[in-house]
T-cell receptor, first 113, second 117 residues
Framework: GENVGLHLPTLSVQEGDNSIINCAYS??????FIWYKQESGKGPQFIIDIRSNMDKRQGQRVTVLLNKTVKHLSLQIAATQPGDSAVYFCAEAGGTSYGKLTFGQGTILTVHP | GAVVSQHPSRVICKSGTSVKIECRSL??????MFWYRQFPKKSLMLMATSNEGSKATYEQGVEKDKFLINHASLTLSTLTVTSAHPEDSSFYIC?????????????FGSGTRLTVV
C-alpha cells in the first residue's frame, strides 16, 4: 500500500550539525520527488525536488539523494539551524498516479541551540 | 511565484452543520487542485483530486457525499464538509498545480483547522 498515514519518527540534532532525513517511497513508477518542510499549523513548504533521471541534486544548504534501486530518498541539511526545526515530508508523483502527489512518512526534526 | 490562498484558516462549527473551505490560486490557473487531510503528528493523506469543470476523483475510503468538492473555475476549488461530526475535526490542506511550470508545480495552501464541537 501507499506509505502514508504513519506516526512520525523524530530526529534531534545540535545547531551546526548536518542532518540526514530518510524516506522510503512505494511506487517504483514514480518519476518526480519532492521534499517539503511543514511548520506547526501551516501548509507544506517546498524545499527541493528531483526527477528520477537524477540521483543527486543540491540546493542552498540542502541536498537530495535518490536511490531508485531501493526506492529511497534522503534529504541532507548542512549546518542545521534552530529555524530548520519542523516536520519534513517526502512526496512522490508520476507513473501510474500521474499528477497526484502522495506523501510519505514524515520526520520531526528538532534542532537544539 | 505561485501562490495559493486557503480560507478560512480556522473554523469551529457545531455538529450537524456544514463548513465550506475555499482554495484559490492567486497568480496562476489551476486545472487541477488536490485536497488533503492531516491528523496530528501524521502525514498528509490525499482525499480527492479536483478537476476544473468536471467531477472530483476521490481516493478510496473517502465519502464523496460527506466531502463535496466543486471546482467551478480555473482559480477556485471548494471543499464542503457536510453534516460535520467531531471525527471530521482535522487539518485540511489544498494544493494546486501550475502546469506552466517546468516541474510538476505543486503549491500548497496554508491549511484550515476544522474543529467540530
Amino acid at each position: 500500500g501507499e506509505n502514508v498515514g504513519l506516526h512520525l519518527p523524530t530526529l534531534s540534532v545540535q545547531e551546526g550539525d548536518n542532518s540526514i532525513i530518510n524516506c522510503a517511497y512505494s511506487n517504483s513508477a514514480s518519476d518526480y520527488f519532492i521534499w517539503y518542510k511543514q511548520e506547526s499549523g501551516k501548509g507544506p513548504q517546498f524545499i527541493i525536488d528531483i526527477r528520477s533521471n537524477m540521483d543527486k541534486r543540491q540546493g542552498q544548504r540542502v541536498t537530495v539523494l535518490l536511490n531508485k534501486t531501493v526506492k529511497h530518498l534522503s534529504l541532507q541539511i548542512a549546518a542545521t539551524q534552530p529555524g530548520d526545526s519542523a516536520v519534513y515530508f517526502c512526496a512522490e508523483a508520476g507513473g501510474t498516479s500521474y499528477g497526484k502527489l502522495t506523501f510519505g512518512q514524515g520526520t520531526i526534526l528538532t534542532v537544539h541551540p | 511565484g505561485a501562490v495559493v490562498s486557503q480560507h478560512p484558516s480556522r473554523v469551529i462549527c457545531k455538529s450537524g452543520t456544514s463548513v465550506k473551505i475555499e482554495c484559490r490560486s492567486l497568480d496562476f490557473q489551476a486545472t487541477t487542485m488536490f485536497w488533503y487531510r492531516q491528523f496530528p503528528k501524521k502525514s498528509l493523506m490525499l482525499m480527492a483530486t479536483s478537476n476544473e469543470g468536471s467531477k472530483a476523483t476521490y481516493e478510496q475510503g473517502v465519502e464523496k457525499d460527506k466531502f463535496l468538492i466543486n471546482h467551478a473555475s480555473l482559480t477556485l476549488s471548494t471543499l464542503t464538509v457536510t453534516s460535520a461530526h467531531p471525527e471530521d475535526s482535522s487539518f485540511y490542506i489544498c494544493s494546486a498545480r501550475d502546469t506552466t511550470r517546468v516541474s510538476y508545480g505543486y503549491t500548497f495552501g496554508s491549511g484550515t483547522r476544522l474543529t467540530v464541537v
